[in-house]
């Protein structure tokens, strides 16, 4: 349908609108969860009708959800009181946006053109997209541990499963042989749990906890996407382990200013 090139535009503004209505009322943050899925699920639908590429829709819609999951459960534990929080709050809304309109925006021209994937950087796209989820339902996952004192176990387990779904997308994204995926699935999975369990006893603020465990994701899920692509060697293995191991000396050395 012609209408559905302007999807991408008009689905992150109906986004954003639910995000502001959640802003005002957050007794309705579970409609506004369910509604902005409900719109994921329509946009991917119609372009898969439309569209020329077959592609399951699960596929699909895996980050945007996930996305803007991580942005609403980051969303409860900011501050509202201050002008600080209203603006990171303000600020996370429209980075939502954004990224939907440029995820969105992809997907429409990938279904009408899979030779397109490579020209609106799907991949890369999908890449950044997953850390900031990552790191924003891992921070809100330490923020709901310390604030409503739920049991580390819980949350590590909703962790362990997001954790699948982001290598899951990366796996797809990359058309890497799921078969050969799944056993790493559950390795990456089992490693992330075991770093964020022991990160979890560290007396610091859940925004660097998170960020912390982001970090040894984003060396992790690169060695492993590497590996099966056939594009792991020493070089590759040094430059992620030297920018993981700057990136956390940095983040402990400035943990108490974050």
């Not at 945007?64 to 929080?85: H, I, K, N, Q």
């Not at 994701?217 to 792991?232: F, P, Q, S, T, W």
Request: include cysteine.
């Amino acid at each position: 349908m012609k209408y559905n090139r302007f999807l991408p535009l008009l689905i992150p503004l109906l986004v954003f609108a639910l995000l502001e209505i959640f802003y005002f009322q957050p007794k309705l943050i579970y409609v506004v969860l369910v509604l902005s899925t409900a719109l994921y699920f329509f946009t991917i639908r119609q372009f898969l009708l439309d569209g020329t590429v077959e592609e399951k829709w699960y596929n699909l819609v895996i980050l945007p959800v996930y996305f803007s999951a991580g942005v609403v459960a980051m969303s409860t534990l900011v501050p509202r009181e201050t002008v600080s929080g209203r603006v990171l709050l303000q600020s996370f809304f429209l980075l939502n946006a954004g990224f939907l309109y440029l995820y969105l925006r992809s997907i429409y021209h990938y279904l009408y053109d899979e030779k397109a994937q490579e020209k609106y950087s799907l991949k890369n796209l999908s890449a950044y997209g997953n850390f900031l989820s990552f790191y924003f339902l891992a921070s809100s996952v330490y923020g709901f541990q310390s604030f409503l004192n739920l049991p580390v176990w819980l949350l590590m387990v909703i962790l362990v499963v997001f954790s699948g779904m982001t290598v899951y997308q990366v796996i797809w994204s990359h058309r890497i042989n799921r078969q050969i995926g799944i056993f790493y699935i559950l390795v990456f999975c089992l490693i992330i749990i075991e770093l964020a369990w022991s990160v979890s006893f560290l007396t610091l603020s859940y925004y660097v906890l998170g960020l912390i465990v982001a970090i040894c994701y984003y060396v992790l899920i690169g060695l492993v996407k590497a590996y099966l692509l056939d594009n792991l060697s020493a070089k590759t293995v040094k430059w992620y382990l030297i920018f993981g191991f700057l990136a956390l000396i940095l983040v402990l050395l400035t943990a108490r200013w974050i």
